[in-house]
């Protein structure tokens, strides 16, 4: 069962997610739980909440609330540190070790833990926390009831044994993936997204890529999160240099220095314990550092024995076995100076007979898998070699997927493969028959089918335009699946099964056509992705004068063919406000307007453009992107209601009260 509710659920969450829901700043109530409200009933009757929406844990003797556990439980002791993240009876160390690695990072760990929350002021017995699921933010209520055995917690719990924040975060995630059973097993790297609203990558350093250092270097530009880590070969223990098997350290900084005439390449690493360092080549006080430029070693050379330390490049691939790069959402960040990945999210599903097609080794089927297009359009600033190339990372995540370990389900085998195509003509959204899949290679795929939660891949390819085909191992595997693009310049990216497309589907299968309300909701999701365009969005008085034009049987709603007339129109006229938006300022100037609407099939004479820029410029007498459609949609009606009345095309008409006023008013 979905837990964000049923058709009619998910398309008002649709409407609403095009105003902003399922943003960080406005996240999803989870079972519709509203924190506020409920937290004031609580203190206007007196009593505690109890959550009837997450019942006692059954490996538990009891659910105690926390006032009756210890005299005077706390939130949160001293600030939010690894020690307060100590494992109990459940396999979710994974879980933890992203909870510890969020600590580091007190901007996005209060994103998860919010403000504010106490057992003493206003205390109602009731906490929330706010996670990152499948492309939107969620808002979690839990109770302070925690399940204990023999008197003590049963689950995680801190080393203050007064303090509760993080037992009541795994609770939270406990409740979001249905049971506190479902937590056993599973990857540190989903926990980060699911902190972060990130996706994550990770590589084998005994078979890295070449460019493994300017992997490392980007992404420590754009902000990312890294991990690194030894493996365990035999038991826990230490590796040389004081380096710690099986543990987990975070990677700070990539800088080069001029070392004896030379080029030297260092990395920084933090062990998050705050001490316990390298001993070797350039840590705390080596010989190396007396060879290098004053200004260099002041810059870079750290306290003692404070946990960070550096160390060259050629060490840190020769000791550490695993990097893990969780790389940020822009939403994640808020220091403006980084560079960041532009980010497209689209929502897809797999459906027997219609759309799990299986992989490539099933090609009678593979083909009717969902299709999403990939334009790159700029190449890498920093290419990293002598290709020119555009880099990119597809991340393909099913949903919802621990939540069936309850009825016996698990994780799919799951994978991509990437195939170039030539620029089309006409149509954007064709879906690739049988017959293009046995004639082309794919350009590149994920490194493996895998059933994780998520597979992901960076990949460099040059200019130009790319399909994406997600799929299952198996064909006839049914799952709802996210697919996120990253790419480094800013892409043009359409889902052939697009969220909207899937919103679309949706409102013909019950036989509706679309409503004025229901285009003002996908025009609006279309036009966020687009973050290089300034707009207010589409207003109901301009998606009304869009169905007015396109509306041939006077119904005042749009059906299938009638709306993809016009969202071809909308599409070429994206192309050319990019034209001709000369300084790329997201708006346009009125000299810019005009070339525009020449483009565009509209030639006015200087006082038409004059009322033009006058009606829908702004007090800058710049023109937005969804008034440029309107003032389109406007001018195409008029010349069109022209044109009918000029049927000998004399260049006069003429026409009286009625026909003006309908034209001026509408239909």
Known sequence: MNPFGGMAARLQRDRLKAEGLGQHNNAIKYLNQDYEALKQEC???????????????????????????????????????RTDIC????????????????????????????????????????????????????????????????????????AECTEFWSALLEKAYAKLNGCYESLSGGSTTEGFEDFT???????????????????????????????????????????????VKGHAYSVTAFRDVNYRGQQEQLIRIRNPWGQVEWTGAWSDGSSEWDNIDPGDREELQLKMEDGEFWMSFRDFMREFSRLEICNLTPDALTKDELSRWHTQVFEGTWRRGSSAGGCRNHPATFWINPQFKIKLLEEDDDPGDDEVACSFLVALMQKHRRRERRVGGDMHTIGFAVYEVTPARGSHSVHLKKD????????????????????????????????????????????????????????????????????????????????????????????????????????????????????????????????????????????????????????????????ALESAGFKLNNKLHQVVVARYADDDMGVDFDNFVCCLVKLEAMFRFFQSMDAEGTGTAVMNLTEVRTQLCGR
């Open 197 to 243: 609203g990130g996706v994550a990558e990770m590589y084998d350093l005994k078979r890295p890529p070449r460019n493994m250092g300017h992997i490392i270097r980007k992404a420590l530009e754009r902000g990312s999160l890294l991990g690194c880590s030894i493996d365990v070969s035999v038991a826990l223990g230490w590796a040389r240099g004081s380096l």
């Open 43 to 81: 203190i206007e009757s007196g009593t505690l909440f109890r959550d009837p929406q997450f019942p006692a844990d059954p490996a538990s003797d009891s659910l105690v609330f926390l006032q009756e556990l210890v005299g005077d439980p706390q939130f949160i002791v001293g600030g939010a540190t």
């Open 87 to 158: 494992q109990g009876a459940l396999g979710d160390c994974w879980l933890l070790a992203a909870i510890g690695s969020l600590t580091l990072n007190e901007e996005l760990l209060h994103r998860v833990v919010p403000h504010g929350q106490s057992f003493q002021e206003d205390y109602a017995g009731i906490f929330h926390f706010q996670i990152w699921q499948f492309g939107e933010w969620v808002d979690v209520v839990v109770d302070d009831q925690l399940p204990t055995k023999d008197g003590e917690l049963l689950f995680v719990h801190s």
């Open 436 to 595: 293009f899949f046995l004639r082309n290679q794919s350009r590149a795929r994920s490194e493996t089918f895998i059933n994780l939660r998520e597979v992901s891949n960076q990949i460099r390819l040059p200019p130009g335009e790319y399909i994406v085909v997600p799929s299952t191992f198996e064909p006839h595997k049914e799952a709802d699946f996210v697919l996120r693009v990253f790419t480094e310049k800013q892409s043009d990216t359409d889902g052939v099964e697009s969220r909207e497309g899937v919103l679309l589907t949706l409102l013909l299968l019950q036989d509706m056509e679309i409503s004025v309300f229901e285009l003002r909701t996908i025009l609006n999701r279309v036009l966020a992705r687009h973050k290089d365009l300034k707009t207010d969005g589409f207003s109901l008085d301009s998606c009304r004068n869009m169905v007015n034009l396109m509306d041939k049987d006077g119904s005042a709603r749009l059906g299938l063919v009638e709306f993809q007339i016009l969202w071809n129109k909308i599409r070429s006229w994206l192309t050319i406000f990019r034209q001709h938006d000369l300084d790329k300022s997201g708006t346009m100037s009125s000299y810019e307007m005009r070339m």
